[in-house]
């Protein structure tokens, strides 16, 4: 059985440099090309939230009062992914992200990562940018129904899509 699990993050801010820190995850395991499980809860990290990044996903402080901890939130993560890769539309900024926060947990973590967003920079050269939302629109006619952009369950759910359409390592 292959598997993999696709994650997206929402964060205070732009980089874990300036002080950003995760307050939702977005998880969904996919096995020999179907999905077998998700994951998704906001965090309370107690961290001020930049008001550039509350105007791209819209999760305020508030939503964030009676949410879990970053201590009641990651290790069940890990478990949820165990030993599979990870894949998410720039990697880069989720696993930094990731890694920061099982960092401060003292949770070291060595699964490989993979990125949709190079994926689609080599399989789609003529897309006029790829961004999540434009690669899904140009691969499946539009974006599903009931989608929240920017919220991380979402984001993971598209991102898995357009890996396996793509052909990427398959789950």
Not at 156 to 169: I, K, S
Request: proline letters at 5%; glycine letters at 10%; one cysteine or more.
């Amino acid at each position: 059985m292959h598997r993999i699990v696709v994650v997206d993050t929402e964060t205070t801010g732009l980089s874990v440099k300036n002080g950003g820190r995760v307050i939702e995850i977005g998880a969904v395991a996919v096995e020999n090309g179907q999905v077998v499980a998700e994951l998704a809860t906001l965090i309370n990290t107690g961290a001020v939230i930049n008001y550039g990044a509350f105007r791209v996903h819209g999760i305020s402080q508030h939503m964030l009062t009676d949410k879990p901890t970053p201590e009641n939130v990651w290790p069940g993560f890990v478990e949820f992914v165990g030993d599979s890769p990870l894949v998410a539309h720039n990697a880069p900024f989720d696993r930094a992200f990731v890694q920061y926060e099982l960092h401060l947990l003292g949770m070291p973590y060595a699964n490989p990562w993979h990125c949709t967003l190079q994926l689609c920079r080599r399989k789609l050269p003529r897309l006029f940018d790829h961004r999540l939302e434009t690669v899904y629109r140009h691969l499946f006619g539009g974006l599903p129904e009931d989608v929240q952009r920017h919220r991380a369950l979402d984001d993971a759910r598209m991102a898995a899509r357009v890996w396996m359409e793509l052909g990427g390592v398959r789950g």
